[in-house]
């Protein structure tokens, strides 16, 4: 995440979103997707993969652009 200034205050809400997440998506690479509206309209889409029971955050994004998203196979829920 430190590429991802706008992101540093927001490691907590990054993990909160891998852990309860509105939805989970399947990336191209077998990566996850969780995502997680943080307010109105915006959203918070953690990209991550799970190894075991352990796992790792690739990378994060704000987006307003869900729409972009909904051609990826929902995994969660």
């Not at 399947?26 to 509206?37: F, H, P, Q």
């Given at each position: 995440?430190?590429?991802?200034c706008?992101?540093?205050?927001?490691?907590?809400?990054i993990?909160?979103?891998?852990e309860?997440?509105?939805k989970?998506?399947?990336?191209?690479?077998?990566?996850?997707?969780?995502?997680?509206?943080?307010e109105?309209?915006?959203?918070?889409?953690?990209?991550?993969?799970?190894?075991?029971e352990?796992?790792?955050v690739?990378?994060?994004?704000?987006?307003?652009?869900?729409?972009?998203?909904?051609?990826?196979?929902?995994v969660?829920?």
């Open positions: 995440m430190d590429e991802h706008e992101l540093q205050e927001l490691h907590q809400d993990l909160k979103t891998i309860n997440p509105a989970v998506l399947a990336g191209s690479k077998g990566e996850l997707l969780a995502i997680r509206e943080t109105a309209g915006k959203w918070l889409v953690a990209v991550y993969r799970e190894l075991g352990d796992g790792f690739i990378t994060a994004f704000m987006t307003r652009r869900i729409q972009s998203l909904s051609r990826r196979r929902q969660w829920p």
